[in-house]
């Protein structure tokens, strides 16, 4: 390992305490690796670099003035575009708002620096979140966002450049967002550990608005362990927000314990006949792994309801709603994806009633987790289905079921595919975790989802899990950097 | 004048570098409005073919 980037939130810190490298270095490393890499995976929209250094130097006073610190204190991070910091471009991923400045920073960005943090970046993300339905995964002002892993495939979306980075050791940790998948999808695709809070418990204040019955903002990082450092963090009640659900989050709830007992809710053939041919094996594995922590195994089902339906006219009415002067005034159609412009365009036309009866089956779909959550304790099911896409195929939904990178028929896809955009729907939050690889060397994954407020839980048990396995500590070949000046 | 060639190897270091933009729709706009005008219809079919039971009303502020 060449890059002290790639280390774990604690193993930072004891570095830091232990003045192997400073604040200050930490920035310094973040901001060389962005400048050389983050060009070649379309991983970053800016590089803060006087702002990482007035936060590096702060955060080495605070090391050297403090007896105890908090975790986060000297930790370089990156943060999606579409959260506001002062002075920076926040771009939304977005052509119409390519020169767009703001004058304040987000929620999160504040309570990261109260907590320490450095910002080094704004990271590449899919055009307004990808709201209106992109075809293509280069729907976004800084090009398709390549995977470190394979760089022919994609990262995933909508928090491309958050997973990417991440991934390619550009910064220890990052901030995403997730409507429906954005934080889900690109930790899967891209390896890195990945956490959606339930909805309302991390401030949504200077995040740009898409669907905000949907909208949450959470870390993707190294493991599960430094997900919950930086939720404690970012948690938080804020009057600011009013979807926030006034709680917060101590990672003393998520102590190692005993996880026999702990009821694990499945789909049968979840882990089989429903994923990818070249994804099984490894799913096969992560199943034995969960298995030997002594778990009760429950079988459940997802409720027949149109939920992708249901996810979809929500999410084009209030993203529609959102940007309807973009759409109106016509600069809708500066998108780069013309799917995602046509989308936004046609949400306008999404009825009231029909809005609500989207609104009436998420109520049915709330009160159907209800009655799986007095079952298991948690639902464990692939993040993704199948690796990652190459980064110029379509994300038509006829290709989901076909094998990446072949263009010929797979299996098609069922059992909780669903699970994504309903936990969405439901608000529920989830952990994604890297589980192994495809046989084509891609990364795969696995998402525990609990009950509203119930991360402790999942990363208590995704901690766990990376006790006894290794695949989040592995990292991508990464080809060294063109010398510069050349 | 003659164009120099770029040595081969520098050019596909080049490519990788640069935002792709080459897999943009090619279908006219309007012919993409209308595709997704007919798949929010049929999404919204799909709504009404579900039956809701009386007292399933939305919270007007959600909380899950």
Not at chain 1, 66 to 95: E, Q
């Given at each position: 390992m060449e890059t002290p980037l790639y280390l774990t939130i604690s193993e930072l810190r004891d570095g830091l305490r232990r003045k192997q490298f400073s604040a200050v270095d930490l920035a310094r490393a973040a901001l060389d690796r962005l400048e050389a890499l983050g060009g070649r995976?379309?991983?970053?929209?800016?590089?803060?670099?006087?702002?990482?250094?007035?936060?590096?130097?702060?955060?080495?006073?605070?090391?050297?003035?403090?007896?105890?610190?908090?975790?986060?204190?000297?930790?370089?991070?990156?943060?999606?575009?579409?959260?506001?910091?002062?002075?920076?471009?926040?771009?939304?991923?977005?052509?119409?708002?390519a020169r767009q400045v703001l004058d304040y920073d987000a929620a999160v960005i504040e309570s990261l620096r109260r907590a320490g943090a450095v910002l080094v970046a704004k990271l590449a993300m899919i055009e307004l979140a990808g709201g209106g339905g992109y075809r293509y995964p280069s729907a976004s002002l800084q090009g398709a966002c390549r995977n470190p892993w394979n760089p022919a495939h994609w990262s995933g979306g909508s928090s491309s450049g958050t997973g990417a980075a991440v991934a390619a050791g550009l910064v220890p940790f990052g901030i995403g967002s997730e409507t429906s998948g954005s934080i889900l999808s690109p930790s899967a695709n891209c390896g890195v550990t990945g956490l959606r809070p339930t909805y309302g418990l991390v401030s949504r204040y200077g995040a740009m608005a898409l669907a905000w019955t949907m909208d949450k903002i959470g870390p993707m990082c190294r493991s599960a362990e430094d997900?919950?450092?930086?939720?404690?963090?970012?948690?938080?009640?804020?009057?600011?927000?009013?979807?926030?659900?006034?709680?917060?989050?101590?990672?003393?709830?998520a102590a190692p314990r005993r996880w026999s007992g702990v009821r694990v809710g499945y789909v049968p053939g979840d882990f089989d006949g429903n994923v990818h041919p070249t994804a099984r094996a490894a799913m096969r594995a992560a199943v034995a792994a969960f298995r030997s922590l002594g778990v009760r195994w429950t079988r459940i089902?997802?409720?027949?309801?149109?939920?992708?339906?249901?996810?979809?006219?929500?999410?084009?009415?209030?993203?529609?709603a959102v940007f309807r002067d973009l759409i109106t005034g016509g600069d809708v159609w500066k998108l780069v994806d013309r799917r995602q412009a046509a989308g936004l365009?046609?949400?306008?036309?999404?009825?009231?009633?029909?809005?609500?009866?989207?609104?009436?089956?998420r109520r049915m779909l709330q009160d159907a987790f209800r009655r799986i959550f007095a079952e298991v304790d948690v639902i464990l099911a692939p993040t993704r289905y199948a690796p990652a896409g190459r980064i110029d195929e379509p994300l038509d939904p006829q290709w989901r079921t076909r094998a990446p990178g072949t263009g010929r028929r797979g299996t098609p896809v069922g059992g909780g595919v669903a699970l994504v955009p309903a936990g969405n729907l439901v608000g529920v939050p989830a952990l994604s975790l890297p589980c192994g690889f495809s046989t084509t060397r891609l990364p795969l994954a696995v998402q525990l989802v609990?009950?509203?407020?119930?991360?402790?839980?999942?990363?208590g048990l995704g901690r766990a899990y990376q006790a006894i396995t290794d695949w989040h500590r592995r990292t991508p070949p990464i080809p060294p950097a063109p010398r510069r000046g050349r | 004048m003659s164009r120099r060639k770029r040595p081969k190897s520098r050019a596909r270091g080049a490519a990788l570098a640069r935002p792709r933009r080459a897999t943009r729709d090619p279908r006219p706009a309007m012919r993409t409005l209308r595709e997704v005008r007919k798949n929010q219809m049929e999404t919204g079919e799909e709504l009404r073919g579900t039956t809701v039971p009386v007292g399933t009303e939305p919270a007007f502020i959600f909380t899950p």
């Open positions: 995976y379309n991983a970053v929209a800016s590089v803060l670099h006087d702002r990482a250094m007035r936060e590096a130097r702060a955060a080495d006073r605070r090391l050297r003035g403090a007896r105890r610190s908090g975790p986060l204190v000297g930790i370089p991070y990156g943060a999606k575009d579409l959260l506001a910091a002062a002075g920076a471009p926040t771009t939304w991923g977005a052509p119409p708002f997900c919950g450092w930086v939720l404690e963090a970012i948690a938080g009640t804020d009057p600011r927000d009013p979807g926030a659900a006034g709680r917060g989050f101590n990672m003393r709830q089902s997802l409720p027949a309801l149109p939920i992708d339906a249901a996810a979809r006219t929500i999410i084009r009415a209030e993203g529609s365009r046609a949400g306008l036309e999404v009825t009231a009633v029909e809005y609500l009866s989207a609104m009436r089956v609990g009950p509203p407020f119930g991360e402790a839980l999942l990363v | -």
